[in-house]
């Protein structure tokens, strides 16, 4: 029974020491790891964010650039969640094109309504014709 304790003694500081040792290790990854998340969270997740995707994707002139574009992104997303991407982008060309099909809005409540060559002619309260 003696040499069993023995035995058994001797197992358990092996057993003791491997856990020491297995806890230096964690200890060491855990500090890798928040060294790693740091050097990957440089702002990026600040940067990109669903307007910022949408107006990059909306710059492009394009309509077969914005199309790639979006397709990167939607396997990404839920199914309404993509269904809003592909509205917000739509949103944002119309926007950046001007509106209302050659109107634009002005500062004072009123729409100048431009002709291909780029003159106002006309300026109107109802925004219509």
């Given at each position: 029974m003696n040499e069993f304790m023995l035995n058994?003694?001797?197992k358990m500081r092996a057993i003791e020491e491997m856990v020491r040792a297995l806890?230096?290790?964690i200890e060491v990854?855990?500090?890798?790891?928040t060294e790693l998340r740091a050097r990957l969270n440089d702002g990026w997740?600040?940067?990109v964010t669903f307007e910022n995707v949408v107006e990059q994707?909306?710059?492009?002139?394009?309509p077969a650039l914005r199309d790639e574009g979006r397709k990167i992104f939607e396997p990404m997303l839920k199914k309404?969640?993509?269904?809003?991407?592909?509205?917000?982008?739509?949103?944002k060309v119309k926007e950046m094109n001007g509106g209302d099909g050659g109107r634009t809005f002005n500062n004072y409540g009123t729409y100048n309504e431009v002709q291909s060559g780029g003159m106002n002619i006309n300026n109107r309260q109802d925004g219509g014709d």
């Open positions: 058994f003694e001797e806890n230096v290790r990854l855990e500090a890798e790891n997740n600040d940067r994707i909306a710059s492009n002139e394009d309404e969640m993509a269904r809003k991407l592909r509205a917000a982008i739509k949103h």
